[in-house]
Structures are given as structure tokens and as C-alpha cells.
């Protein structure tokens, strides 16, 4: 069974661009999260999604945003880049939402704001 | 939520047990203890999980002291590929928010040959 992939692996911005991200979860899995991890600091929830739905937000500026698919296939979005958005972000996904369900995490997308 | 404390880093020689320790003295009655480990360039790996009783999995073992306030992480015989970041995570399991908790830093493990 094929992995969490995240497209692109690698990404360069400017300040004030915006960037869309892409997470396929495994098959399956109806629930994708989202995490942004970055130097010194622990991994950092962003938003989670099931069926198309967002069930949990973290503390982030609405900047930051995301949808799913009737696929399950969940994209994030963050607006007017500052140079501290520069981090890897992290997708998840697991069978349900509900934390006793084991979340798999993709390889993640390096973002770097310039 | 509770929070955990855990050593910034950790050495090991290869083919020893690594013993990873985390303290979460705050720790609730429903509140899991989770271990997470991130290899450089990939997202974090579930380890292994417990809540009092000592577990043991294909790819550790998870100690937990009978107070709950504690718990050590063994790998029992370190690889090379053991090197890693280890997270030391407490949560319950309750539908909601637990997915907000921030992770920290981890320990940094370093497998020497």
C-alpha cells in the first residue's frame, strides 16, 4: 500500500506569494492533518480535514487554509508568504478522525521564503 | 495537556540498547504516552504507545514508571539507521483537540559505529 506522498517535496518563494501544497493520503484514510515543523520548534497542528470537512484548527493566522476532497486528497494554502512561514509542513493521515486512530506522515514539503 | 521533558540529545554505540527517557510528570489518568521518531528528510514514524503497562513491539519497548510520571524508550540493539529525532508525546484518547499538542524537540540520537 503506497504512503502519505506530498507534492512538491521542495519549494522557493518570495515574501507576499502565495503557495498551495498537496497531500494524497494512503487509501483508505479519510483523515488528513496538517503540521507545520519548523527550526526549534516541535511539529505544530495546523488544521485537520475529514470528508471534506474541517474538524480541528490550530493557532495560525487565517492566512493559512485548506480544503479536502471528496477524494480524501487535502491541499493547504498559505497567502501573502512572510519570511517565518519558511518550514517543512507535514501531512498526515489516518483511518478516522479521533486521536486513537495512528496517524502516517508524508515526507513533508520544504518551503523557503525568501 | 500534559507536557514532556525529554534530553536534547543522546549518544549510542551500534549493537547496544539506546534507553530514551521522558519525564511527564503532569500527566492525566486517560493521557497515553506516544513515541515518534523523525529521520532526517522524513516525517515523524510512530514507534510505539502505552498507557500504563509496559509494551513491547518489532521496534521497541516502552517502560512507564508505576507513578506515570516517567517513562524510558529502549531500543534494544541500536542501528546505524536508529539515528534519529525521538519524540516523547502524551495525549488522550478523546475526539478533539489532541491533535494541537505541539511536540517539542525531541531527542536527537546519534548511533555510532
Known amino acids: 500500500k503506497a504512503g502519505v506522498t506530498q507534492t512538491p517535496r521542495y519549494l522557493i518563494k518570495t515574501r507576499g506569494q502565495q503557495v498551495t501544497l498537496s497531500c494524497s493520503p494512503i487509501?483508505?484514510?479519510?483523515?488528513v492533518s496538517w503540521y507545520q515543523q519548523t527550526p526549534g520548534q516541535g511539529l505544530q497542528f495546523l488544521f485537520e480535514?475529514?470528508?471534506?470537512?474541517?474538524?480541528n484548527k490550530g493557532n495560525f493566522p487565517g492566512r493559512f487554509s485548506g480544503r479536502q476532497f471528496s477524494n480524501s486528497r487535502s491541499e493547504m494554502n498559505v497567502s501573502t508568504l512572510e519570511l517565518g512561514d519558511s518550514a517543512l509542513y507535514l501531512c498526515a493521515s489516518s483511518l478516522a478522525t479521533g486521536d486513537y486512530n495512528e496517524q502516517f506522515f508524508g515526507p513533508g514539503t520544504r518551503l523557503t521564503v525568501l | 495537556d500534559a507536557k514532556t521533558t525529554q534530553p536534547t540529545s543522546m549518544d549510542c554505540a551500534e549493537g547496544r540498547a539506546a534507553n530514551l527517557p521522558c519525564n511527564h510528570s503532569t500527566i492525566s489518568g486517560n493521557e497515553y504516552v506516544y513515541w515518534y521518531r523523525q529521520i532526517h528528510s522524513q516525517g515523524p514514524q510512530y514507534i510505539i504507545h502505552g498507557l500504563k503497562n509496559n509494551e513491547t513491539n518489532e521496534m521497541a519497548s516502552l517502560i512507564i514508571t508505576e507513578d506515570r510520571k516517567s517513562s524510558t524508550l529502549i531500543l534494544p540493539h541500536a542501528t546505524l539507521r536508529d539515528t534519529a529525532v525521538y519524540y516523547c508525546?502524551?495525549?488522550?484518547?478523546?475526539?478533539?483537540?489532541?491533535?494541537?499538542?505541539?511536540w517539542g524537540l525531541g531527542t536527537s540520537l546519534a548511533v555510532n559505529p
Open positions: 480535514y475529514f470528508s471534506e470537512t474541517q474538524r
Open positions: 487509501s483508505g484514510h479519510r483523515s
Open positions: 508525546i502524551v495525549r488522550g484518547h478523546n475526539a478533539g483537540n489532541n491533535r494541537k499538542l505541539i
